[in-house]
T-cell receptor
Framework: ETGVTQTPRHLVMGMTNKKSLKCEQH?????MYWYKQSAKKPLELMFV???????ENNSVPSRFSPECPNSSHLFLHLHTLQPEDSALYLC???????????FGPGTRLTVL | LAKTTQPISMDSYEGQEVNITCSHN???????ITWYQQFPSQGPRFIIQ???TKVTNEVASLFIPADRKSSTLSLPRVSLSDTAVYYC?????????????FGKGTRLHILP
């Protein structure tokens, strides 16, 4: 039990679909992160939130839209994705930005 | 932001001690060194963190020389289950503006 949960674990969607990934942390942390990991590639940091405020946006296409309604929940809204967006999407949290990160199990996304 | 360099891959045998070295020549005064482990299709997991000299926990040891321009993660008596990717990260863990980025990591393969 990592304390960070992600749903769904697997998602298959068409390029015209709209879907959302959900992340929840039960650790009382103040910072949350979204990462993308494509096959055989390093983790790519997408977004960082600290106390519901976005503090990092690494030139991510607008078809990815994050939402952090409170410090325990983080969403990634997806729309009009491309096949190259297929990847493992990982959520993480930490006490504060820069501290040890605790990762969720990830959502395996396939875009057809 | 200190850049890190690690070997792309390493092989070792069960029961051996494995040492993975990371180079970070431009490490800053306030930077800490952190190592994560990642199994396939899972999020990374924190292993160990240090600032200088030696740090040991139940999983690994971290050796940092006086000039801090490199660090070595030591895994004692590895088993097949230690096959994973190991990431070395360097950054100011107390500065929320400092990006701590995952590089390509070292792919460790343990052989029977």
């Amino acid at each position: 039990e990592t304390g960070v949960t992600q749903t769904p674990r697997h998602l298959v969607m068409g390029m015209t679909n709209k879907k959302s990934l959900k992340c929840e942390q039960h650790l009382g942390h103040n910072a949350m992160y979204w990462y993308k990991q494509s096959a055989k590639k390093p983790l790519e940091l997408m977004f960082v939130y600290s106390l519901e405020e976005r503090v990092e946006n690494n030139s991510v296409p607008s078809r990815f839209s994050p939402e952090c309604p409170n410090s325990s929940h983080l969403f990634l809204h997806l729309h009009t994705l491309q096949p190259e967006d297929s990847a493992l999407y990982l959520c993480a949290s930490s006490q504060e930005v820069g501290n040890e990160q605790f990762f969720g199990p990830g959502t395996r996304l396939t875009v057809l | 932001l200190a850049k890190t360099t690690q070997p792309i891959s390493m092989d070792s045998y069960e029961g051996q001690e494995v040492n993975i070295t990371c180079s970070h020549n431009n490490i800053a005064t306030n930077d800490y060194i952190t190592w994560y482990q990642q199994f396939p299709s899972q999020g990374p997991r924190f292993i160990i963190q240090g600032y200088k000299t030696k740090v040991t926990n139940e999983v690994a040891s971290l050796f940092i020389p006086a000039d801090r321009k490199s660090s070595t993660l030591s895994l004692p008596r590895v088993s097949l289950s230690d096959t994973a990717v190991y990431y070395c990260l360097v950054g100011d863990i107390f500065n929320r503006d400092d990006k701590i980025i995952f590089g390509k990591g070292t792919r460790l393969h343990i052989l029977p």
